[in-house]
Antibody, heavy 119, light 106 residues
Framework: QAQLVQSGADVKKPGASVKVSCKAS????????LHWVRQAPGQGLEYMGW????????GFAQKFQGRVTMTRDTSISTAYMDLSSLRSDDTAVYYC????????????WGQGTPVAVSS | DSQMTQSPSSLSASVGDTVTITCRAS??????LNWYQQKPGKAPSLLIF???SLQSGVPSRFRGSGSGTNFTLTISSLQPEDFATYYC????????FGPGTKVEIK
């Protein structure tokens, strides 16, 4: 059964960086794009970007360009999302999602990682 | 990139009702449109992809339709577990999500 398990909740100060991990199991990690989506408290879903686990290629929503990095370690089927220069409005639950039915069709989701940014 | 709008933003319905949610794209996206359900405190889950294809395991009371810029999600015979927030998402290019529609119990 395909599954994504994310790292635990984190608290950061403004200006710091956060790194969230997403470990895949039950499917071939390298075969499907991995996406990152976030959700601020009480708000909707906001798309951040994608990672091709096979070759490491990435693409980011314009809002996050220059501030987000997405990497992977294929030896442990794990993807990482690094967001820098954190602000209070980056407080959100961050989700990873695998797209197995199409480039952007997210059919397997991680459980979410709450990140709070507070001084 | 195509921006997405949804209507209504929320609705109240009773068990057994049929509800329809509309999603519009700012430009044509063919049938590159997916629907997700999200319950409080949980990750979203895929309901329908390619506008009308039901994800495995999703009950047949969920139906998607549309193409181009106008899409609908219809839930027939609403069940207690269907009260949730529903998001459309275009998968034509950068996969923006719609703002969501909250389905509440009347």
């Amino acid at each position: 059964q395909a599954q994504l398990v994310q790292s635990g909740a984190d608290v950061k100060k403004p200006g710091a960086s956060v790194k969230v991990s997403c470990k895949a199991s039950g499917y071939t990690f390298r075969d499907y794009h991995l996406h990152w989506v976030r959700q601020a408290p009480g708000q909707g879903l906001e798309y951040m970007g994608w990672l091709n686990p096979n070759n490491g290629a990435t693409g980011f929503a314009q809002k996050f360009q220059g501030r987000v990095t997405m990497t992977r370690d294929t030896s442990i089927s794990t993807a990482y999302m690094d967001l820098s220069s954190l602000r209070s409005d980056d407080t959100a639950v961050y989700y990873c999602a695998a797209a197995r039915w199409g480039l952007y069709v997210m059919d397997v989701w991680g459980q979410g990682t709450p990140v709070a940014v507070s001084s | 990139d195509s921006q997405m709008t949804q209507s209504p933003s929320s609705l109240s319905a009773s068990v057994g009702d049929t509800v329809t949610i509309t999603c519009r794209a700012s430009q044509s996206i063919s049938t590159f449109l997916n629907w997700y359900q999200q319950k409080p405190g949980k990750a979203p889950s895929l309901l329908i992809f390619a506008a009308a294809s039901l994800q495995s395991g999703v009950p047949s009371r969920f139906r998607g339709s549309g193409s181009g810029t106008n899409f609908t999600l219809t839930i027939s015979s609403l069940q207690p577990e269907d009260f949730a927030t529903y998001y459309c998402q275009q998968s034509y290019r950068t996969p923006f999500f719609g703002p969501g529609t909250k389905v509440e119990i009347k």
